[in-house]
């Protein structure tokens, strides 16, 4: 029989049907217990509280969204994790994904930067594991259970530091639990969870070390799983993933895929990758849950929904291609040779630090650093000639407030988790509006406000785009930008303006 394209894209497991909600039919079981408020609920009055989050949803026996952590049911130590981090509400895409996950579905959750789509995979990952203590390192051999893939090393390190700073509050005995919170029902000794990251950028051997003294989670890059599998230390022909060892190739079972940020891997050309990957995975065993993220949803994301997922949810929160209603833009029409003057005055009217400026190259990056610092602002630069080492120290330092001003290229547009970013500032504008939102996603996260600033000049290719994004943000269109039809041109930049030739 001959093979069509679309046979290409049917995943690999065989498909199985869902009945009801707790009763999974791909061999992943439900640790999610209907709240007693929830079994209360008709159809309309669940239909409203999605309404009301502005939540769609779209597959069948979705479970009714939450309106408090508590109606989790959580561990004491998930608990305890939420209460020290002031976690007092769920957002909207929280609200529905996470009873989704924890019922052992397949998910595709779509939702604005800034949304806490992390929390949605990570939360639920920390409850398995201790469902499954049994089955830690600490008492089996080296078998990872989870795998998340994110399309950058900046995403993996975050994604690490959220993963272990939870794993801390598990591997904790004598975990401190609050008087309003029940003891454990079943106290023993809390087993060791480990995650470790395997990306570019590190040395090898480091990874190898960490792997080999025994992993619950890897968190990958593509590009570095793909490498090692062109370089044979990940077999492809066996029904096992060999991520532990990549020399003594010891049995993996990814029962938990998770790929964060989706639309940024495809847009930077990781398609084939994450084919290849989803397939590895798919050949471990029958029981696997697969989680797919975005901001936006591009066709090669329902491409690869069709590989990736078996009978998904489909969650949809807010209008996607648009940017968070809580960033207010300052679209300002200039020359080239402006920028500078102009890149100063929007600084030294910022009063809230950190502030992120985007620039298209690396020499534009490094430029635009070495000017501030002659200003004295406290500068640092991001971009891919960077070691992973310096990468690092910037980030923390930005966490911590040693650095006030980040200038960066793309690279660091998605997914950073730095919530007191106040101002994003497009000093160069990108090829594509879906870059621009994914700047502008790295402030007013979490709720908070922000402000976006971008400098558009005559060779600007998302004119018209961008007067889309301020329709749909409820702003006023500068008179500049009434004429798209000017914008769009080669220019030629002179001491007395830009020329479009």
């Known amino acids: 029989m001959e093979q069509t394209q679309d046979d290409e894209l049917v995943p690999l497991r065989k498909k199985f049907r869902r009945k009801e909600t707790g009763k999974e039919d791909n061999f992943v079981q439900s640790y999610y217990k209907i709240p007693d408020a929830n079994n209360k609920l008709n159809d309309a009055q669940i239909d409203q509280l999605r309404w009301n989050a502005g939540i769609a949803v779209d597959g069948e026996s979705c479970p009714a969204p939450i309106s408090d952590f508590a109606q989790l049911n959580l561990p004491s130590q998930l608990q305890v994790y939420l209460q020290n981090k002031d976690y007092k509400h769920p957002s909207s895409i929280q609200m529905q994904a996470l009873p ?64 272990t700073e939870i794993l801390k509050y ?50 990958a890059t593509p590009g570095r799983l793909i490498d090692l599998i062109d370089k044979g230390k990940i077999n492809l022909t066996r029904s096992y993933f060999d991520i532990i060892c990549f020399q003594l190739g010891y049995e993996i079972r990814i029962i938990y895929l998770v790929l964060d940020e989706a639309d940024r891997m495809l847009g930077m050309g990781m398609e084939e990758q994450l084919r290849k990957i989803v397939g590895v995975a798919t050949q471990t065993l029958l029981a696997r849950q697969t989680l797919l993220w975005s901001a936006t949803m591009p066709t090669a994301l329902d491409r690869l929904a069709r590989s990736a997922v078996l009978n998904a949810i489909t969650i949809t929160v807010g209008v996607t291609g648009i940017t968070n209603r809580k960033i207010h833009h300052n679209v300002q029409v200039i020359n080239y040779a402006e920028k500078p003057i102009r890149l100063l005055k929007v600084l030294r009217h910022t009063t809230c630090p950190p502030v ?38 910037v980030m923390t330092a930005l966490k911590s407030g040693g650095v006030d001003v980040l200038v960066a290229t793309d690279l660091a547009s998605r997914g950073l988790d730095i919530p007191e970013v106040s101002h994003v500032i497009s000093y160069d504008m990108p090829e594509t509006i879906e870059d621009y939102i994914h700047r502008c996603g790295r402030t007013a996260r979490f709720n908070r406000y922000g402000q976006a600033t971008a400098f558009v000049t005559l060779d600007c290719k998302v004119v018209e785009d961008l007067k889309d994004v301020l329709v749909a943000a409820k702003q006023e269109i500068p008179d500049e930008l009434v004429d798209s039809a000017r914008f769009g041109k080669k220019i030629i930049r002179t001491e007395f303006g830009d020329r479009v030739i």
Request: proline content about 6%; charged content about 20%.
């Open 356 to 393: 992120i400026v985007f620039a298209n190259t690396i020499d534009t990056v490094d430029e635009v650093t070495l000017a501030l610092k002659k200003e004295q602002f406290h500068v640092a630069s991001l971009h891919s000639e960077k070691t992973q080492a310096y990468r690092f120290r």
């Open 170 to 219: 598990m591997n904790i005995d004598d975990t401190k639990v609050p008087s309003s919170l029940p003891d454990p029902s079943h106290p023993m000794q809390a087993p060791t969870y480990r995650a470790t990251m395997v990306c570019g950028g590190m040395p090898i051997s480091q990874q190898i070390q960490q792997l080999n003294a025994g992993v619950d989670v890897v968190i």
């Open 100 to 163: 989704c996950v924890m019922s052992g579905r397949d998910i595709i959750g779509i939702a604005e930067t800034g949304s806490g789509k992390s929390l949605c995979y990570i939360l639920p990952l920390c409850h398995l594991l201790l469902s499954r203590r049994h089955r830690s390192i600490a008492t089996t051999r080296n078998i990872p259970m989870a795998l998340i893939l994110v399309p950058t090393r900046e995403l993996v390190q975050q994604s690490y530091e959220t993963l």
